[in-house]
């Protein structure tokens, strides 16, 4: 199989959406197991950017001194610590796919920060996905939060919408080192800020859970621990960089519309998550939130397909005649 062909790319991008997809039950299976849940992310994160970086450094893709860089804290202060603290923290309390959903607003909190904070002007589809996505979550929100009435579960929901825009900073930090800094690999700079914040969860979980006295389910929380430090953080985030060199930057942010819909299925599946018609709508809003602003995106890249495959007949008789 080629490297870059069409069939490793569509390989890569499959096992990258499922890898995705599955984060969120495991990470629940991980805190039902009685794993601390900054502990378990901070050994997650540390571990894997360790040795991305340890491996990076074996092939002199970057040196030691490239870990020491002040924004690479700030991206993992943000893209890490705050999206992933309390994502584990809200896990204990919601369900896998609900975190899922939830946690797909990450592309509507980059777009309100950029108008927000940057004051960049957005399109009208922007804003309109930012609309339909607020409508999903509320969708998604109030038959749970009147059927369950408690507050701990809404204040988990909130936290990990809050979260998204910890991410949404990271995600504009990172993209501004990445242009400022073209030969940086992406991979380093990756697996710089999971040990930036990787520390920072350990050093939360050492004061927050200090006294932490559940015990620990041994097989099912070394299990969940291994998996999101190999798959999850390692491997998943690898294929996300593989796939931008070898197609475009949009394309592999598309497993945003795939994997939440993978984890409310697993969570249905396997866990027993209830999912309702509610559920489902909302869940389907949220999702068109997404999508709608990048519907122009959509459509170019759906053109430039259609384009290559029309040339590469044409490209082929060419070849041919010539060689006649």
């Known amino acids: 199989m080629k490297r870059g062909g069409p069939l490793m790319v569509a390989f890569n991008y499959l096992l990258m959406c499922a890898i995705f997809g599955t984060t969120f039950l495991v990470i629940k299976v991980g805190v039902a197991a009685g794993l601390p849940p900054f502990l378990s992310a901070g050994i997650r994160f540390t571990a894997a950017g360790l040795l991305l970086f340890g491996w990076?450094?074996?092939?002199?893709?970057?040196?030691?001194?490239?870990?020491?860089?002040?924004?690479?804290?700030?991206?993992?202060?943000?893209?890490?610590?705050?999206?992933?603290?309390?994502?584990?923290?809200?896990?204990?309390?919601?369900?896998?796919?609900?975190?899922?959903?939830?946690?797909?607003?990450?592309?509507?909190?980059?777009?309100?920060?950029?108008?927000?904070?940057?004051?960049?002007?957005?399109?009208?589809?922007?804003?309109?996905?930012?609309?339909?996505?607020?409508?999903?979550?509320?969708?998604?929100?109030?038959?749970?939060?009147?059927?369950?009435?408690?507050?701990?579960?809404?204040?988990?929901?909130?936290?990990?919408?809050?979260?998204?825009?910890?991410?949404?900073?990271?995600?504009?930090?990172?993209?501004?080192?990445?242009?400022?800094?073209?030969?940086?690999?992406?991979?380093?700079?990756?697996?710089?800020?999971?040990?930036?914040g990787g520390i920072g969860l350990l050093i939360l979980s050492a004061f927050a859970e200090r006294s932490w006295s559940q015990p620990i389910d041994f097989l099912p929380a070394a299990g969940s621990l291994i998996y999101l430090t190999v798959a999850g953080s390692m491997l998943g985030h690898s294929l996300y960089a593989w796939l931008i060199k070898a197609t475009n930057a949009f394309f592999p942010s598309t497993w945003l519309y795939i994997s939440p819909v993978i984890a409310l299925g697993l969570g249905a599946l396997l866990q027993g998550e209830r999912l309702s018609l509610l559920t489902l709508a909302g869940s389907l809003l949220v999702l068109a939130g997404i999508v709608i602003p990048r519907w122009p995106d959509l459509k170019e890249y759906a053109a430039s397909r259609s384009r290559r495959r029309a040339v590469a007949p044409a490209d082929r008789n060419i070849r041919e005649s010539e060689s006649v």
């Not at 950029?114 to 109030?142: D, H, K, N, P, Y």
């Not at 009435?149 to 990445?178: D, H, K, M, P, Q």
């Open 56 to 196: 990076m450094l074996a092939r002199r893709k970057v040196r030691f001194s490239m870990l020491f860089r002040k924004e690479f804290a700030f991206i993992g202060a943000g893209s890490t610590f705050a999206t992933f603290a309390v994502l584990y923290w809200a896990e204990q309390h919601i369900d896998s796919g609900m975190a899922a959903i939830l946690s797909a607003t990450g592309p509507m909190a980059i777009l309100l920060m950029q108008s927000v904070a940057l004051r960049q002007r957005s399109s009208i589809l922007e804003r309109a996905g930012c609309i339909i996505g607020l409508l999903g979550v509320i969708t998604l929100m109030l038959p749970e939060l009147h059927a369950q009435a408690n507050v701990i579960w809404l204040v988990s929901c909130l936290l990990v919408l809050l979260g998204e825009f910890g991410y949404a900073a990271g995600s504009l930090l990172t993209r501004r080192t990445l242009l400022r800094n073209p030969e940086l690999p992406p991979v380093a700079l990756n697996a710089a800020q999971m040990i930036y």
